[in-house]
C-alpha cells in the first residue's frame, strides 16, 4: 500500500504563499494518479487539482491561475504551490494517489495522507 505524507502546512496571511509536499514513497501501483483534496470544516472533501505519471494536469475552476500541481517521480514526491491564498482556503490539505487519471472525485481515490492544515488570516 502506497504510503502518503504531507508537510509544509502552517499559518499565511491573505495573498501570501504556501508550498506542500508529499513524499509518495514506497508502493507505486497506486501512484498512476496523484492529487490534492482539501476538506474545510464542516464541508464536503473536495478535489483540487492532479498529475499523472507524465506531467498531464487537471485542476478545479476555484484554483484556476493561484494554484499549480507537480510531481518528481525520481524523488517520489508530489507538491503543491499555492499562491494569492484567501480565508476560504483555510482547510486541511490532502496528497491523494488513485489508479487512474484524473482521480478528482473521492471515489477515484485509493490512499489517502493523514493531511496537513493550511489556515489563512490576518
Known amino acids: 500500500q502506497a504510503q502518503l505524507q504531507e508537510s509544509g502546512g502552517g499559518w499565511v496571511q491573505p495573498g501570501g504563499s504556501l508550498k506542500l509536499s508529499c513524499d509518495t514513497s514506497g508502493e507505486t501501483v497506486n501512484g498512476a494518479c496523484l492529487a490534492w483534496f482539501r476538506q474545510a470544516p464542516n464541508q464536503e472533501r473536495e478535489g483540487l487539482l492532479s498529475i499523472n505519471y507524465f506531467g498531464a494536469k487537471v485542476f478545479t475552476d476555484s484554483v484556476k491561475g493561484r494554484f499549480t500541481i507537480s510531481r518528481d517521480n525520481a524523488r517520489h514526491t508530489l507538491y503543491l504551490e499555492m499562491n494569492n491564498l484567501k480565508s476560504d482556503d483555510t482547510a486541511m490539505y490532502y496528497c491523494?494517489?488513485?489508479?487512474?487519471?484524473?482521480?478528482?472525485?473521492?471515489?477515484?481515490?485509493?490512499?489517502w495522507g493523514q493531511g496537513t492544515q493550511v489556515t489563512v488570516s490576518p
Open positions: 491523494a494517489a488513485g489508479p487512474r487519471w484524473p482521480c478528482l472525485s473521492k471515489t477515484d481515490i485509493a490512499t
